[in-house]
């Protein structure tokens, strides 16, 4: 009961922020009833859904005209683009592609319906970096938004709603009835110059936001909600991706709040493709049974560069955590966390080397992750079970952890030993309660080292664009 009273009251929260975020944004309407929004391209072409048919009565399919106006809407690529607005009203819709050089705008009021109906949700093939669906050995649905081979692609609104109805679908994998890997909310691959923001999503089937094999990609002022025990319904999950940035999100989650991934084994290795250079900032999560941040861990394609800060955690199971196991190969290093609030927490730190879940027998089982060069600094937690859980792998112990300027506030009822370490290596400064001896105190006092450099997606500029009120 008390974890139904804090989703609900982090639905209230959420309701709250959509309401303010709409009055900012009705402040900003110009003449003609006209509302600004931000985004990395403004388009010259403007339709709504309706001039395709669309029906907003929460009853009506609009695949089609989804279909129909995105397949209009492409052929002003070339001509500064197009936007679709999807008006006020209840959109029940099954998949559908995006386009290059185009807007997905959803109005505040606005309520894109995920189809309960399985044929409106294509088939598509494994992913080439996991081998495998990750419910079900087949293959796996299309995401309700998806896009393949993109550029500049802008999904956003005046936080409008995207609801997956995921229930069904949970249902099913609960009950083994899944042939195929259930659908994300929104999916985008091999593409570049990515724009995600303003928009509210709930009740994934599965995973939330998958920008996958992509780069340049923008994630801001999201709020995804979900059932605390809703199966995989991760918050935001970059895979195989280079330059992204998150950025002001709020996350309730049955899963990880952020899950970084690259891919699954020996497919994770052949495919190659790291995550790298991500950026995550002002993040809120709440997800009892899960991580804050997540590397992997599916991560055989190597996870680097990334920089997490002022973040937030509330009666979750545990700050950031790496999870990798033998036979994954690849490698998590050069990880900068900062400036973390931690309250009702499992864990502050976690790592575990035995995280053991292959996608079939052909993975390498000499294949050994290399987990080097984590930092972590300027971190307060309350209400804390265990301080740390930090698990290497046995004569390949993960090394170079720098743990400083911490202090961990325990539960009434503490576990006697809070910090349990077993083959990792590194140093702590100003650590409270004191760390492990295979972390132990540096003589002179020091701080982790976190980059000051900029990276290139700090550095796009957002327009001011316009759609009709």
């Not at 819709?93 to 997905?104: E, I, K, M, R």
């Amino acid at each position: 009961m008390e974890l139904c009273s804090k989703f609900r009251s982090a639905q209230v929260i959420a309701s709250v922020l959509s309401l303010l975020i709409w009055e900012i944004l009705s402040l900003q309407a110009g003449a003609g009833g006209q509302i600004s929004y931000s985004a990395i391209e403004c388009r010259k072409h403007t339709a709504l859904l309706t001039d395709f048919g669309g029906v907003g009565d929460g009853k009506t399919s609009n695949t089609k005209a989804f279909n129909s106006a995105i397949a209009n809407l492409s052929q002003f690529a070339s001509d500064g683009g197009a936007q679709l607005i999807v008006p006020p009203g209840k959109w029940l819709t099954g998949s559908f592609n995006l386009t290059s050089h185009f807007t997905l705008y959803i109005h505040q009021g606005a309520v894109l319906l995920a189809s309960q109906d399985e044929s409106e949700w294509p088939h598509l093939a494994v992913l080439p970096s996991y081998g495998r669906g990750r419910d079900a050995p087949g293959g796996r649905f299309s995401s309700l938004i998806f896009g393949t081979n993109l550029t500049d692609v802008v999904i956003t609104g005046g936080n409008g709603t995207i609801d997956g109805q995921g229930e069904i679908w949970w249902q099913k994998f609960r009950g083994e009835k899944l042939n195929d890997t259930r659908p994300y909310l929104i999916e985008i691959m091999y593409s570049k110059n990515i724009q995600i923001s303003n928009i509210t999503l709930l009740n994934s089937p599965s995973w939330n936001v998958h920008p996958i094999y992509s780069s340049d990609i923008l994630v801001q002022g999201l709020t995804i909600l979900a059932p605390i025990d809703s199966p995989n319904t991760d918050g935001i999950n970059p895979d195989s991706c280079t330059n992204t940035r998150i950025e002001d999100c709020y996350i309730v989650s049955g899963d990880d709040c952020i899950a970084v991934k690259s891919g699954w084994d020996q497919y994770g290795t052949k495919f190659g493709m790291p995550t790298q250079h991500l950026v995550i900032r002002r993040l809120t999560c709440i997800s009892p049974d899960s991580a804050t941040i997540a590397l992997g861990s599916e991560m055989s394609g190597g996870i680097r560069d990334v920089r997490a800060e002022d973040i937030t955690a509330i009666d979750t199971q545990s700050g950031v955590r790496i999870k990798t196991a033998v036979g994954r190969g690849g490698y998590v290093k050069d990880i900068f966390v900062r400036r973390m609030i931690m309250k009702t927490m499992k864990y502050v730190f976690w790592m575990t080397g035995s995280y053991g879940s292959h996608p079939d027998p052909g993975y390498d089982p000499k294949a050994l992750p290399e987990i080097t060069g984590i930092n972590y600094r300027d971190m307060v937690a309350e209400n804390v079970t265990y301080s740390a859980r930090l698990e290497g792998i046995q004569n390949h112990p993960f090394t170079g952890i720098c743990i400083s300027n911490v202090t961990i506030g325990l539960t009434e009822k503490p576990k006697k030993l809070q910090w349990n370490c077993t083959d990792v290596q590194g140093v702590t400064s100003r650590v409270m309660p004191p760390a492990c001896d295979l972390l132990p105190e540096k003589k002179k006092q020091t701080d982790c080292f976190f980059p000051e450099d900029k990276l290139p997606i700090d550095n796009v500029q957002l327009k001011t664009c316009y759609v009709r009120h």
